[in-house]
């Protein structure tokens, strides 16, 4: 059974009967019957050990369980209503002093009150006060859908509050139950026996995901690359700048790395890097052990790509003898542009030549643009203009920058 | 062009030292053309088919048009085991009137292209060389577009087609 009544929504409407001004004796003290009016919460431990007079020492941890649970629910509680605040008042926790007075006997039932400290004014602690007793309630209401849903209400569903409710009943045996919940009102209390406690268990294991290591797949430019520590930065739109580094033993992706860095922080092509994180809510993020890089691409990125791959797999020999194929220091720099060649949206071709190089080919108007990226890390721009047959042409270190701005202008800068 | 092999003055050097023998004004050579050449985006070939390469010495490889279109494209393809979409045809006189760019200040030499049978010094029977060697990169590829225009004004690929391309064009 995991209920003891209705799941009726609590009420903080009893606040100002459950909780003692300080003055005078204390609520229960010099008494044996049921809970009193003014007693904040009932709370039942029941179980063969639990039989004999007062309470076995040890289950004395239970009680500041169920404390440590109230209080969670009730800070959620005060930042629902609260949104502009990112943390409770000072003196909001230690105000919940809850304490024991005595223990009815029959099964093990301490007198729990809540003084009310001398130190906070009046108008804060009826706030806090009616916060503290509806969070009672919540929690056994909470309880009681977790048990037959398997899941907490939203509201209250935080790591912190999951954490702590399942604490409530941990010390107890199989056999053994806590009941707690309202003091007057037994359609408020809920009942946690070892099924109950069991799925609140499961349900915190289940959703403790901070705790778990995460694969996430993070798409952006990479600006800087440190060697050493196998580390590189991933600038995001959405995030910022990630730090990731790199699987230790991986040699050909940090050399992989190095050549989709972005060394003057903006031209190389956006990349997907996948790793792991143990809070994806972290900022900034932090990605380790990344065991993929891959380079993104658009659609015409990607007819593009599809034309690299048959270049790339051109043999030495391929257009006759001493012939050569596309080298992989001109590939590795056409992969660089590529992306940069998409944005164009130009109708471009990628043609090799028989030296090791691939021609960038462009017509634009009268003109045929050609892009030459050569081995060794050069490049040729050749302007021919078809019909007056003027040319241009320039030798140079390969430059991606300047090869895109040659065939957006069309002119050799 | 200096003949330091005392050849007759018909048979000149070419640049690359090879002896090679001038070939007549109407004379074909025919040019391999590699599928790769094809412009898959713009349409129609690349210039590059025509572009010689450094290893040989900026000297084009062609075949002697006296061997037919398609014995050139049978000696590419199945004795050689080159790809080629075709035996491309241009005539001696075509590579002679080809002119390009001087490319003010920095041309030293005749931008003009020349044609020789040099078979017989490199051991392939009926190679003719078209000798770049006078121009730079980009006047090579103002040249190797003419050329490519030429050869596609001809008619383009020469040689008849395989059985398999006859029926797709069928």
């Known amino acids: ?413 | 062009m200096n003949n330091q092999h005392g050849s007759s003055s018909t048979e000149p050097e070419t640049s690359a030292g090879a002896v090679g023998k001038p070939l007549n004004a109407d004379d074909l050579v025919y040019r391999q053309v590699h599928p790769m050449h094809t412009r898959e985006t713009a349409g129609g070939l690349s210039p590059e088919a025509f572009t010689p390469q450094r290893g040989h010495s900026n000297l084009l490889s062609t075949l002697h048009g006296r061997i037919g279109a398609d014995a050139a494209f049978h000696r590419w393809t199945v004795e050689m085991q080159h790809e080629s979409l075709g035996s491309f045809g241009v005539t001696a006189a075509e590579v002679s009137a080809v002119r390009v760019d001087p490319v003010q200040n920095q041309q030293t030499v005749d931008p003009t292209l020349n044609v020789y049978e040099d078979g017989a010094s490199i051991g392939v029977p009926d190679h003719c060389s078209i000798d770049f060697n006078a121009l730079t990169k980009g006047q090579r590829k103002q040249a190797a577009r003419k050329l490519l225009d030429y050869a596609l004004d001809r008619g383009g690929a020469l040689n008849t087609p395989a059985e398999d391309e006859q029926a797709e064009s069928a």
């Open chain 1, 1 to 413: 059974m995991t209920e003891t009544g209705d799941s009726a929504e609590p009420a903080a409407d009893d606040a100002e009967s459950s909780v003692w001004d300080g003055d005078g004796e204390a609520p229960g003290e010099g008494q044996n019957d049921g809970p009193q009016a003014t007693t904040f919460a009932y709370f039942s431990l029941e179980g063969a050990r639990f039989n004999g007079p007062g309470m076995p020492a040890d289950s004395s941890r239970e009680i500041g369980y169920y404390r440590e649970a109230i209080y969670e629910v009730a800070r959620q509680l005060y930042l629902e209503r609260n949104e502009d605040r990112s943390n409770v008042p000072s003196g909001f926790e230690a105000a919940f002093d809850l304490r024991l007075t005595q223990v009815l006997p029959g099964s093990a039932r301490p007198q729990l009150v809540l003084p009310r400290p001398k130190n906070i004014p009046n108008e804060i602690w009826d706030e806090w006060s009616g916060l503290y007793a509806e969070a009672r309630d919540v929690l056994a209401s909470s309880t009681r859908t977790a048990a037959t849903r398997d899941t907490f209400p939203a509201r209250i569903d935080t790591p912190r509050t999951r954490r702590a409710v399942k604490k409530v009943g941990s010390t107890l045996g199989s056999d053994e139950t806590v009941v707690v919940g309202h003091p007057t009102v037994p359609q408020r209390r809920a009942r946690l026996d070892t099924t109950v406690r069991d799925v609140l268990r499961r349900i915190d294991d289940d959703l403790a995901e901070p705790a778990k290591v995460l694969t996430r797949t993070i798409t952006g430019v990479i600006t800087e690359f440190d060697g050493v520590r196998r580390s590189f930065d991933l600038r995001t739109e959405e995030l910022g700048i990630a730090k990731c580094i790199l699987d230790p033993y991986d040699d050909a992706l940090a050399e992989f790395t190095r050549t989709v860095l972005a060394a003057d922080g903006v031209t190389a092509p956006d990349v997907s890097v996948e790793g792991e994180t143990l809070d994806e809510n972290r900022r900034p993020v932090r990605l380790h052990n990344v065991h993929t890089i891959n380079i993104v691409r658009g659609l015409e990125e990607k007819a593009l790509a599809a034309r690299v791959v048959k270049l790339s797999e051109l043999q030495d020999g391929w257009c006759g003898p001493n012939s050569l194929a596309p080298t992989a220091d001109v590939l590795r720099n056409l992969e660089i542009v590529l992306t940069d060649l998409a944005a164009l949206a130009l109708p471009l071709d990628l043609i090799p030549g028989a030296d090791g190089s691939v021609v960038i080919e462009l017509r634009r108007g009268t003109a045929e643009l050609s892009g030459v990226i050569e081995p060794a890390g050069a490049m040729t721009l050749i302007r021919d203009d078809v019909e007056t047959d003027d040319l241009q042409e320039a030798v140079r270190e390969f430059d991606a920058q300047s090869l895109i701005e040659f065939l957006r202008r069309g002119v050799i800068g």
